[in-house]
T-cell receptor, first 118, second 114 residues
């Protein structure tokens, strides 16, 4: 089946530093990737939609200058949390939809990346 | 505005019995519904989906029912197994500007008791 890999799975950083999280589709080409954030005991919140070769579309309330998203190829999207602060600590999850799709709207999720900002 | 709601934050079921997870939605534009399962510290795993033109889809122990008039869907797991213990998210999909977006419910924590 389709596999989406995230790296790193766990990262701890100091306040003020930037952290990059990678999302790769391993066995399919993903025209669209999504980035979600999950706070403890809460639902997944869509942050942005990333289309290959174009600018990401951010959801309302998400700071595009803080959460930089790049979708440079059909198999890789990156999320960079710039000048991270403790309130950015969360579980970040990416998902990808392949060319042609396997069912309308069906997405394949990465394992998630837990960010802890000290 | 919560477009997809899972009103039960938790559910406990005895092993071997049926687990029924419920989800309500408000947006008539949703054209596809999905269920995901999530273990702690992992990303969600796709379980089963249903198109808005159908009312039932079955895959092994998992069956999803859709009642469009009531804007309600449910996931049935029969028989329930200890490995089914996880958080279950329902999600609804709609097309927008060439993309397909998903809206997730809050999740229901299912615990299967031996």
């Amino acid at each position: 089946g389709a596999v989406v890999s995230q790296h790193p799975s766990w990262v701890i950083c100091k306040s003020g530093t930037s952290v990059k999280i990678e999302c790769r589709s391993l066995d399919f080409q993903a025209t669209t990737m999504f980035w979600y954030r999950q706070f403890p005991k809460q639902s997944l919140m869509l942050m942005a939609t990333s289309n290959e070769g174009s600018k990401a579309t951010y959801e309302q309330g998400v700071e595009k200058d803080k959460f930089l998203i790049n979708h440079a190829s059909l198999t890789l999207s990156t999320l960079t949390v710039t000048s991270a602060h403790p309130e950015d600590s969360s579980f970040y999850i990416c998902s990808a939809r392949g060319l042609g799709g396997q069912g309308t709207g069906e997405l394949f999720f990465g394992e998630g990346s837990r960010l802890t900002v000290l | 505005d919560q477009q997809v709601k899972q009103n039960s934050p938790s559910l406990s079921v005895q092993e071997g019995r049926i687990s029924i997870l419920n989800c309500d939605y408000t947006n008539s534009m949703f054209d596809y519904f999905l269920w995901y399962k999530k273990y702690p510290a992992e990303g969600p795993t796709f379980l089963i989906s249903i198109s808005s033109i159908k009312d039932k889809n079955e895959d092994g122990r998992f069956t999803v029912f859709l009642n469009k008039s009531a804007k309600h869907l449910s996931l049935h797991i029969v028989p329930s197994q200890p490995g089914d213990s996880a958080v279950y998210f329902c999600a609804a999909s709609y097309p927008i500007q060439g993309a397909q977006k998903l809206v997730f419910g809050q999740g229901t924590r299912l615990t299967i008791n031996p």
